[in-house]
């Protein structure tokens, strides 16, 4: 069956530390993947997306993600984390044959200062 | 280019009612979908529209519906709305079906049901 997990439904990180948030996906055929941010009462703002390119993409505001097929996932990763950066991110995965975005449950950052 | 925008940005209703909730696409997007998204969870795909045709419906009931009109806006109704319809509505658009560019979020409309 296809899904979408994000491991870790809080992470918290120190102000300028490495930020790592984990998502893997289930499907025999290789999906788009995407991550979404949400800020408090707002809606999703595209972080960054895979549609068999690169495997390495980069997104806004210092984000990027890697693609790895041998292990079926697309992990967030920023290098050093800001305040600005607490907020819900969302992997979701666009499975072909399914006109449709599949969300992951979603991970809560929050950045220690 | 304006975004996706949807209206009303909140609303209360009673349980038993009907609601409409509105949304209009991002310049030049074509398709568009509804998300509901319960407190404390990730969307949940409702339906989505191509070309105003409904191409694509997730696990809801009969009793949530839609529209999408020539110019690509898009209406969701709620009928016989229950407690558990509470939820903020996000509505997605994108400029083709594969979404191969992601699709562009509106700020989403917080329904209350009480």
């Known amino acids: 069956a296809q899904s979408v997990t994000q491991l870790g439904s809080h992470v918290s990180v120190s102000e300028g530390a490495l930020v790592l948030l984990r998502c893997n996906y289930s499907s025999s055929v290789p999906p788009y993947l995407f991550w979404y941010v949400q800020y408090p009462n707002q809606g999703l703002q595209l972080l960054l997306k895979?549609?068999?390119?690169?495997?390495l993409v980069k997104g806004i505001n210092g984000f990027e993600a890697e693609f790895k097929k041998s292990e079926t996932s697309f992990h967030l990763t920023k290098p050093s984390a800001h305040m600005s950066d607490a907020a819900e991110y969302f992997c979701?995965?666009?499975?072909?044959?399914?006109?449709?975005?599949?969300f992951g449950t979603g991970t809560r950052l929050t950045i220690i200062p | 280019e304006t975004g996706v925008t949807q209206s009303p940005t909140h609303l209360i209703k009673t349980r038993g009612q009907q609601v409409t909730l509105r949304c209009s696409s991002q310049s030049g997007h074509n398709t568009v979908s509804w998300y509901q998204q319960a407190l404390g969870q990730g969307p949940q795909f409702i339906f989505q529209y191509y070309r105003e045709e409904e191409n694509g419906r997730g696990n809801f009931p009969p009793r949530f519906s839609g529209l999408q009109f020539p110019n690509y806006s898009s209406e969701l109704n709620v009928n016989a709305l229950e407690l558990d319809d509470s939820a903020l509505y996000l509505c997605?658009?994108?400029?083709?079906?594969?979404?191969?560019?992601?699709?562009?979020f509106g700020s989403g409309t917080r329904l209350t049901v009480v």
């Open positions: 979701a995965v666009f499975f072909f044959g399914n006109e449709k975005l599949t």
């Open positions: 997605a658009s994108s400029a083709d079906r594969a979404f191969v560019y992601g699709y562009t």
């Open positions: 895979y549609t068999s390119a690169a495997t």
